[in-house]
Structures are given as C-alpha cells and as structure tokens.
C-alpha cells in the first residue's frame, strides 16, 4: 500500500527533476498507467514490484 507521504515525495522529486509522468514510468520501467494513477491519487494499492521500483528510484536521488 502506497502511503500519502510517499506519493507525495514521488510527486515532489519528480517535480524537482523537471521530469514527466512518462519519463517517470520510462525510467522505474512502471507503465505510465499506473503511474498517473498513483499521483492523481487514483489508486494506493500497487503490487511490491512496482512499490520496490518506486521506492529504488526515489531513494537513488535522495
């Protein structure tokens, strides 16, 4: 389950980085589907695959 505070973060590096949602999903290799579902808040429930792919790509640019 996806927590508010970590789609926030996503959301805010992402940002950050001037990137889109597209180029977000091209390099966590996460479709763009899902990825515009999570930031428009649309779904908190991913499968851990993608919840760790996520998780890598945001802590890699910490």
């Not at 992402?14 to 949602?21: L, Q």
């Amino acid at each position: 389950m996806l927590t508010k505070d970590f789609v926030k973060a996503l959301g805010r590096k992402r940002g950050e980085m001037n990137i889109t949602a597209a180029e977000l999903a091209r390099q966590t290799e996460v479709s763009r589907y899902t990825i515009y579902n999570i930031l428009s808040g649309r779904s908190d429930m991913v499968r851990t695959e993608t919840l760790s792919k996520l998780n890598e790509w945001l802590y890699q640019r910490v």
